[in-house]
């Protein structure tokens, strides 16, 4: 069973950076695709950016592009969200998703979920 099991956030003042991981468990993931969305007070879950387990394709969503950076580490089996220049709109709980496949933006595409872990931007 695959497990994902996110750290790393916390409270940080605008401008600032954070770094926010997740460590994947449970099988191979050379044919998936991990993923970072993040959910609102009030707001739906949106995507936030992707990486290709095997390729280290990535894709972001735009308001974050130039600010974040999703990387992985295959030998440890994690995937990280460096979070910089961090505005108030970054606030949410983040989560870490996998799906077996291709690069997807839709959160109902994703078969595995972490947790969550807050993310909180002060102005």
């Known amino acids: 069973q695959v497990q994902l099991v996110e750290s790393g956030g916390g409270l940080v003042q605008a401008g600032g950076s954070l770094r926010v991981s997740c460590a994947a468990s449970?099988?191979?993931?050379?044919?998936?695709?991990l993923g970072w969305f993040r959910q609102a007070p009030g707001k739906e879950r949106e995507f936030v950016a992707a990486?290709?387990?095997?390729?280290?394709?990535?894709y972001y969503r735009y308001s974050v592009k130039g600010r974040f950076t999703i990387s992985r580490d295959n030998a440890k089996n994690t995937v990280a969200l460096q979070m910089n220049s961090l505005k108030p709109e970054d606030t949410a709980v983040y989560y870490c998703a996998a799906r077996d496949g291709s690069i997807s933006a839709a959160p109902s595409s994703y078969a595995y979920w972490g947790q969550g872990t807050q993310v909180t931007v002060s102005s």
């Open positions: 449970g099988r191979t993931f050379s044919s998936y695709t």
């Open positions: 990486i290709t387990w095997s390729t280290g394709n990535t």
